[in-house]
């Protein structure tokens, strides 16, 4: 009865040894697998703003699927009635106005509005990082109206 008992015993230590040594397999699979590959990216258009201030602006949510999965959105500007034919022509017209993390304001796009003439204001709650920000474009300045930023850091304009 002992000896059945420690048969037991040793094919049990055995199985749960095969299951940890089959997981910590798995997690280094997926990881070398992971570094392997090239991030998989997926940007989508989100708002076009047009004719604003003789320009229109498009905000992009692009989400990057790495070993950290990031996510950021982008504003971009464009001379007005250009933006909507690009999308639609694949041309790249656009010039990079503003972009950020979004972190906890996930889902929360910003507020483009002109001010008064030859100014934008762009406006949110709040972000986790501000990645770039230009303070103008093409004689049209840029107020950046933002409630909390969380991680800040130097910008590059």
Request: aromatic share 8%; glycine share 6%.
């Amino acid at each position: 009865m002992k000896q059945k008992k420690r048969i037991w015993t040793r094919l049990l230590a055995v199985a749960v040894t095969a299951m940890v040594l089959a997981a910590v397999g798995y997690v280094v699979f997926e990881a070398v697998r992971k570094s392997q590959l090239p991030p998989r990216s997926v940007t989508e258009t989100r708002m076009l703003v047009t004719s604003l201030t003789g320009a229109d602006f498009e905000v992009t949510d692009t989400h990057i699927d790495d070993l950290e999965k990031s996510e950021f959105v982008s504003v971009f500007v464009g001379e007005a009635g250009t933006l909507e034919v690009s999308q639609k022509a694949g041309a790249d017209k656009k010039t990079l106005l503003f972009r950020y993390d979004p972190g906890q304001w996930r889902g929360t796009l910003p507020l483009i509005t002109s001010s008064e003439a030859h100014k934008v204001q762009v406006s949110l709650p709040g972000v986790s990082t501000v990645i770039f920000e230009r303070p103008n474009w093409k004689g049209i300045s840029v107020d950046y109206r933002i409630g909390t930023i969380v991680h800040p850091s130097p910008v590059t304009n």
